[in-house]
C-alpha cells in the first residue's frame, strides 16, 4: 500500500507516490527516480514501479516515487519530453521529494539515499551530484550521464567531485545507453573524484534488465541478483 501526494513544483503539480513499512520506524528512507518508459502514462500504471516501492518497503526503507515527467501535458510524446528535458527542473523534482519524505512521521531525515533505474538511474546520479544530503546513491543502468540536458546544463558526470555519499553502480554488458565504455568512463570520474564507489557488471543482461513488464530486456537470474546488491548496498549504509 502507498499514499499519494501532490505537490507544486513552479506552478506544476507532480505526483508523488509515499511507501512505508510497518511499524512506528524511524526508518531511512529513499527517493525513487522513475524510469522513461512510463513518461506519458504515470506512475501507478507501471508495475514495476510499484513494485520497487514495495520491495524497499518490505525491506524496510521508505520511499518517495515523484513523477518527474509532470512538466508536459500526459498525452505529449515520450520523445518530445526526452528532448526537452531540463536537468534544472529535475533537481527541483528530486529536492521536493527529498523534502516531502524527511517530513513524514516516522522517517529518519538523516538516513535517506537516492536510486533510479535507466531514465531514473540518470536522475539518481544527478540528485547525488546537487544534494549533499543524500547518504547513499544506486544508479541502476542509467544512461546520458555524460549528455547535460537543458540550456546550459552541465553533464553529470563532470560533477562527480560533488557527491558525498557512496555510490552503488548496476549495469549490463550488453547495454548500448550507456555502453561498458561509458560506464568505464563513469568508474573514472568517481575514481578521480576520489566518491567511493561499487560497480556490477552483469553479461547477458542489456537495458532494463530488471524490468519484468518487459520479457525482451528482462533477465531474472541477473536481476534478481542486482536487488540482492542494491539491498545490501542500502543496509550498510543507511541503516
Known amino acids: 500500500m502507498y499514499q499519494t501526494k501532490t505537490v507544486d513544483i513552479d506552478g506544476s503539480p507532480m505526483q508523488v507516490l509515499l511507501f512505508a513499512p510497518e511499524g512506528a520506524g524511524p ?9 522513461i518508459p512510463i513518461a506519458h502514462e504515470g506512475l501507478e500504471k507501471d508495475p514495476f514501479t510499484i513494485d520497487i516501492g514495495e520491495r524497499l518497503a ?5 520511499a518517495a516515487i515523484p513523477f518527474i515527467f509532470h512538466w508536459w501535458p500526459p498525452e505529449e510524446d515520450r520523445m518530445v519530453k526526452r528532448d ?13 521529494a527529498h523534502g516531502l519524505l524527511a517530513d513524514m512521521d516516522g522517517i529518519d531525515a538523516g538516513r535517506i539515499g537516492i536510486v533510479g533505474h535507466c531514465w531514473g538511474g540518470r536522475a539518481a546520479w544527478l540528485g547525488a551530484c546537487r544534494n549533499p544530503n543524500y547518504k547513499a546513491a544506486a544508479v ?24 558525498t555519499c557512496p ?4 549495469f549490463g554488458n550488453d547495454d548500448k545507453n550507456p555502453t561498458p565504455e561509458d560506464v568505464d568512463d563513469y ?38 541478483d542486482a536487488w540482492a546488491k542494491q539491498l545490501a548496498f542500502f543496509e550498510t549504509h543507511l541503516m
Open 187 to 224: 568508474e573514472a570520474a568517481l575514481q578521480q573524484a576520489g566518491v567511493e564507489y561499487s560497480f556490477h557488471r552483469y553479461d547477458g543482461a542489456g537495458h532494463g534488465f530488471q524490468d519484468f513488464c518487459d520479457d525482451d530486456r528482462y533477465r531474472q537470474e541477473q536481476s534478481d
Open 58 to 62: 518490505k525491506a524496510g526503507f521508505a
Open 140 to 163: 541502476m543502468y542509467g544512461g546520458r550521464v555524460k549528455l547535460g540536458m537543458g540550456e546550459g546544463a552541465e553533464p553529470p558526470i563532470s560533477l562527480a567531485g560533488n557527491i
Open 27 to 35: 526508518f531511512p528512507g529513499l527517493v525513487v527516480a522513475q524510469h
Open 167 to 170: 555510490v552503488l553502480g548496476i
Open 84 to 96: 526537452n528535458f531540463r536537468d534544472d527542473n529535475l533537481v527541483k523534482d528530486l529536492d521536493a
